[in-house]
């Protein structure tokens, strides 16, 4: 079974940044897409980033040009640079990843991590 565990998380002040981590119990090259996802209370959980095997990305358009989703292979680690927060960016943020699985393609996901953005 496919652990995902995030950290990173926490309160700051509108304007600063925040780099979330996710670590992975297999190498994150087995997985086809990992990503990064957000919920704010009351919202449906959002698309914030993913990062392809291969190494291209997609942002949801609130957050381009200000976050950033990366990997560090040896580690088994995705990450989330966060910079220029705003309190709108407030929400529960999970990790993602969709890849092989015994039974054929499986997303496993992160247990979340609260970011909170004061004015």
């Known amino acids: 079974q496919v652990q995902l565990v995030e950290s990173g998380g926490g309160l700051v002040q509108a304007g600063g940044s925040l780099r979330l981590s996710c670590a992975a119990s297999?190498?994150?090259?087995?997985?086809?897409?990992l990503g990064w996802y957000r919920q704010a209370p009351g919202k449906q959980r959002e698309l914030v980033a993913n990062l392809a095997r291969g190494g291209l990305t997609d942002y949801a358009d609130s957050v381009t040009g200000r976050f950033s989703i990366s990997r560090d292979n040896a580690k088994n680690t995705v990450y989330l640079q966060m910079n220029s927060l705003k309190p709108e960016d407030t929400a529960v943020y999970y990790c993602a990843a969709q890849g092989p699985a015994p039974t054929g393609i499986a997303t496993y996901w992160g247990q979340g991590t609260q970011v909170t953005v004061s004015s």
């Open positions: 297999r190498s994150v090259l087995s997985f086809n897409v």
